[in-house]
């Protein structure tokens, strides 16, 4: 009996919930699809799946072999549709994390056109601004933003992140604006509580991190966003969650000749792990988007052209 067929087999079983389903589906006896269960579990010498008249449930082992064998199919049937020449059709499940400000904006819309463009996709998005275990915890591609340590992790380079330094007009009309990033100490400034600092370009063109303080400190951004909009203080925040603010005067940047170099936004993916054609063309959609001179409405040319380059992390 072969053995692609059993794998199959039991992938079908285990998605419908019943040999009977399974039978009909494929146009054979319930009888078959037992005999080819009982082939695969002899052959594995396990138990995969405890089966009743009315029933079916997985085991423990046979749950853990069901994700193996998904994974094997959808790559097999990407890796057909790839050559095939009805084109490429992307089919299966995608785990995508990433920051929840940037998340909300810059992917979740973009994602929602993805999927309306592959109807086979289905998709688990986790925005989450704590780095995620991207192995353990299954994640197929994370969007991660600023320089990354080396790790055994693979980047794409999708576009460039610059931060500034805004301000309400109603706040610097009260407090005056500081001249150089030293004049900070005299300011309420609204960070991260675990930021190490603000940083700027010195005077000899390095970068330095400057620490502030002030009444509030906060883990999420976007309340830090919504106190410096109130006239709260200075905010230290990235160009593409305050643009619009800043086109529409409700915020004015300052510092702006101390700016420090620019940062990556990047996709991030298991160095070990191939890359199904889902995730692939997932990954170059927002490559796609993020390269477009429309698409960072205002933003500096150095967002609005990112170099795209694969490398490790």
């Known amino acids: 009996m072969d053995a692609f067929k059993q794998v199959e087999t039991f992938v079908s079983v285990a998605a419908k919930g019943s040999l009977s389903a399974a039978a009909r589906a494929e146009g054979v006896t319930p009888a078959v699809i037992g005999r080819r269960l009982d082939a695969l579990e002899q052959r594995l010498g396990v138990k995969l799946v405890t089966r009743t008249t009315r029933s079916i449930s997985l085991t423990f082992e046979g749950a853990a072999f069901l994700e193996d064998c998904q994974r094997i199919l959808n790559d097999l049937a990407n890796a057909e549709a790839s050559v095939s020449l009805g084109g490429v059709k992307a089919s299966g499940h995608i ?15 973009l994602l929602r056109e993805f999927l309306e463009m592959n109807a086979d996709v289905s998709c688990t998005l986790d925005l989450t601004d704590r780095v995620v275990d991207l192995v353990n915890e299954s994640i ?71 620490k502030v303080s002030g009444r509030l400190e906060c883990n999420d951004g976007a309340v830090l966003h919504q106190c ?74 150095s967002i609005t052209a990112p170099s795209i380059t694969g490398r490790t992390a």
């Open 228 to 301: 410096a909009l109130a006239g709260d203080g200075l905010a230290w925040r990235s160009l593409w969650e305050v643009d619009a603010d800043l086109r529409a005067g409700r915020l004015v940047t300052v510092l702006d000749e101390f700016a420090a170099p620019t940062m990556g936004i990047y996709a991030v993916f298991p160095q070990r792990k191939r890359l199904a054609l889902r995730v692939r063309l997932f990954i170059d959609h927002l490559k796609n988007h993020y390269g477009r001179p429309d698409y960072w409405v205002s933003s500096p040319p």
């Open 140 to 210: 197929d591609c994370a969007i991660r933003i600023g320089e990354l340590p080396d790790s055994s992790l693979v980047s794409i380079r999708l576009a460039e992140n610059r931060r500034v330094v805004v301000a309400s007009p109603d706040y610097l009309a009260r407090h005056g604006s500081p001249a150089a990033p030293q004049d900070l100490a005299a300011h309420n400034c609204l960070s991260l509580g675990q930021q190490r600092g603000w940083l700027f370009c010195g005077e000899k063109g390095e970068t330095i991190a400057v």
């Open 95 to 109: 785990r995508v994390s990433a920051p929840a400000g940037f998340g909300r904006l810059h992917v979740a819309p």
